[in-house]
Antibody, heavy 121, light 108 residues
């Protein structure tokens, strides 16, 4: 079945870096764009970044642009999020999700179970 | 960014009740509106895409309607497993996807 499993979350000090991973199975990973979405109690669900199916195109929310890097290794069926210069407001549960597109619509499905990132001194 | 406003923010209902949740967009988004369910401690799950198309495997007691700026998610007969938080999401403005703030459905 379709499955996405995130890892790499933890506690990190402000200004430091952390890399998240998302292992995919049950579908042809190299055929789909992939997203990172984060969730906080205060701001709810926030889209973070998208990488195209081949990894050549990347897009970011303004809140993380220049600090986060999304990438993928299609040979390993794995998505990554390199987070640098972390701020306390980056504290959240981070989800990866498959980007499903049709000609006139698109959606996120499935989602992983999430990994918690806590930025605190 | 396109703002989505859900109402109510929370509601209490009993098993068997009909429940309606509304999502209003800050500008017209045609039918580029998706609905997700999130149970406590779990990831969001797609219920409906393109405003009214039921995702494969999702119970037919869920339905969606609307176009332009006003959308509705309806649960025809609430079941115990439906107590969760529901989110709308716009896919009209790609590269700036946004979500509603959520509606928590609780047991009365």
């Amino acid at each position: 079945q379709l499955q996405l499993v995130e890892s790499g979350g933890g506690v990190v000090r402000p200004g430091k870096s952390l890399r998240l991973s998302c292992a995919a199975s049950g579908f042809t990973f190299s055929s789909y764009g992939m997203h990172w979405v984060r969730q906080t109690p205060g701001k709810g669900l926030e889209w973070v970044a998208l990488v195209s199916y081949d990894g050549y195109n990347t897009y970011y929310a303004d809140s993380v642009k220049g600090r986060f890097t999304i990438s993928r290794d299609n040979s390993k069926n794995t998505l990554y999020l390199q987070m640098s210069s972390l701020k306390t407001e980056d504290t959240a549960v981070y989800y990866c999700a498959r980007f499903y597109q049709l000609p006139l619509t698109n959606w996120f499905d499935p989602w992983g179970q999430g990994t918690l990132v806590t930025v605190s001194s | 960014d396109i703002q989505l406003t859900q109402s109510p923010s929370s509601l209490s209902a009993s098993v068997g009740d009909k429940v309606t949740i509304t999502c209003r967009a800050g500008q017209s988004i045609s039918n580029f509106l998706n609905w997700y369910q999130q149970r406590p401690g779990k990831a969001p799950k797609l219920l409906i895409y393109a405003a009214s198309t039921l995702q494969s495997g999702v119970s037919s007691r869920f339905s969606g309607s609307g176009s332009g700026t006003d959308f509705t998610l309806t649960i025809s007969s609430l079941q115990p497993e439906d107590f969760a938080t529901y989110y709308c999401q716009q896919s009209y403005s790609t590269l700036t996807w946004t979500f509603g703030q959520g509606t928590k459905v609780e047991i009365k």
